[in-house]
């Protein structure tokens, strides 16, 4: 198109300046170039358009061509200059003669800016204010004419329709963005559930690291679902095809957890009666996942910070060193850093399990995920108990909202799964969560020990009898948890799992 346009054959330059406008969807280059075929359809001198802030009834200046910012400031202030009548009557302005104009009084923006000619139309949509399109001109020898001010008319109704259609259409983006996303994370996560912000960091994390050969520190609550994001971070690497082998370290003594974790040989020890392979043999190019690193005694993180640094390993019993290729993912809900100061942690492998860390938020800090949750419990809960169900009813959602989830997910889960077995009506109450026994039962007037027997045993309960389940949600070591459940009397042979 020309620089200038034939304002004598006006019908013309419209159709094609219409469509140039209409086929631009960015918003920026749409402004840009709106100002501009308006300043060359009217020979103007300077130029700006506003637009209404999303959410308010103050406009913005998006676009100006040869004008500072504080001139457009001192232009938009007065109250009785031509952009403040035009927005408030939503008629277009023309003034041939702005400084002898009686409509502006003298306005000092105007005189001190030796404004000669002014020229402003507004941006309507469907009755809608959307802003304005201002112009003028400073020689005394080029003035605005009317033909200019019905030209200019026709082409603000096309631009505030192409600038409505650019707006839709980054909208529609935004939207198809975060279905593709939505989409892209059940694809990648698909036995994660969350769309809550906290969680939609820690999938941009594992999307991130996953391809990565460093290793990752998950730290978190327990019961926030820490293996579940160190299963993702394998299944979206290049290790996807070899093993992933998790182990709980705090459920395992520590002759134990050697064995398991390097193999023994045949008569090492009472009860080796062949060769043994260990976990890290076992997932030879693929992931172990160490659920609860801080529990592990001082000879063990030896024996780890090796397996990390040269990727070596020793069987029990033997002297021969065997290489193993695995990446190493941990898992703690302790503060490592503080145990390393205590001289609990070593120091060198804090620093080597600790290239990346993720921190699982707790359920309390993703409150938009809790009825996603549920409802996934529930519908797994009720098909593996052949039961129907339609649903929650207002108050158990609400219940479900307000409740703290000290336990986390697996308390979430543990409390669907037994509300499941309880109804036995179609809709889900709250008086089949029995959540807030702990809270409520609490014994007043008794000792520190009764009070932790009791807290010990409620927690328990709520884990289904399973020591470890307990363990975890108690924050506790689980042969501190065995220590304390011997001093009650319960023997390993009481213990379900």
Request: with cysteine; aromatic share 6%; proline share 3%.
């Amino acid at each position: 198109m020309s620089n200038k346009a034939p304002v004598e054959n006006p019908y013309q330059t419209l159709l094609l300046i219409s469509e140039e406008i209409n086929s631009t969807h960015d918003i920026s280059q749409l402004l840009d170039r709106i100002m501009e075929l308006a300043m060359e359809a009217v020979n103007a001198e300077r130029g700006f358009i506003l637009l209404q802030k999303t959410g308010s009834t103050d406009y913005e200046t998006v676009t100006a061509h040869n004008f500072s910012r504080e001139r457009i400031q001192s232009i938009r202030d007065h109250s009785s200059s031509i952009v403040q009548k035009v927005l408030q009557s939503q008629e277009p302005l023309i003034s041939v003669d702005a400084q002898q104009d009686a409509r502006f009084g003298g306005a000092e923006s105007i005189v001190l800016q030796q404004i000669h000619s002014v020229i402003c139309t507004p941006l309507i949509f469907r009755n809608s204010m959307l802003g304005a399109i201002y112009m003028d001109r400073r020689m005394t020898k080029h003035e605005f004419s009317d033909e200019n001010l019905q030209f200019l008319r026709a082409f603000s109704n096309q631009a505030a329709i192409a600038l409505q259609n650019a707006q839709r259409f980054t909208k529609l983006e935004k939207e198809n963005k975060k279905l593709r996303d939505t989409l892209s994370q059940k694809v990648l996560f698909p036995e994660i559930i969350g769309d809550s912000l906290p969680m939609q960091r820690i999938f941009g994390m594992v999307t991130s690291v996953a391809p990565s050969t460093a290793t990752v520190l998950i730290e978190g609550e327990s019961g926030t679902g820490k293996e579940l994001i160190a299963r993702a971070i394998h299944t979206n690497s290049s290790r996807k095809e070899k093993p992933f082998i998790p182990i709980f370290c705090g459920s395992l003594s520590e002759n134990l957890l050697e064995s398991e974790l390097f193999g023994h040989k045949k008569g090492a020890f009472t009860g080796a009666n062949e060769n043994k392979p260990g976990l890290f043999e076992e997932a030879d190019g693929g992931t172990v996942f160490l659920d609860e690193i801080g529990e592990i005694n001082q000879g063990m993180q030896t024996k780890l910070l090796r397996v990390i640094q040269e990727g070596e390993i020793k069987r029990v019993g033997e002297t021969s060193i065997r290489n193993v290729d695995v990446r190493i993912l941990s898992a703690t809900n302790r503060n490592l850093e503080d145990e390393v100061k205590r001289g609990n942690f070593r120091e060198d492998l804090f620093y080597r399990l600790n290239v990346i860390t993720l921190k699982m938020p707790p359920l309390r800090q993703r409150s938009g995920d809790i009825l996603l949750l549920a409802q996934h419990f529930l519908k797994h809960y009720a098909l593996k108990n052949k039961k129907n169900f339609h649903g929650f009813s207002t108050e158990a959602r609400a219940y479900l909202q307000d409740y703290s989830w000290p336990g986390n997910v697996r308390e979430l889960e543990n409390t669907v799964e037994r509300a499941v077995i309880l109804s036995n009506d179609q809709v889900i109450e709250p008086d089949a969560f029995q959540l807030r026994s702990m809270e409520q039962k609490l014994p007043l007037g008794k000792s520190l020990k009764e009070i932790n027997h009791y807290a010990i045993m409620q927690t328990l309960e709520m884990a289904g009898g399973n020591r470890t389940k307990a363990a975890q949600i108690l924050d506790v070591s689980r042969r501190w948890l065995q220590y304390q459940l011997k001093e009650l009397g319960m023997t390993d042979a009481d213990q379900e799992s």
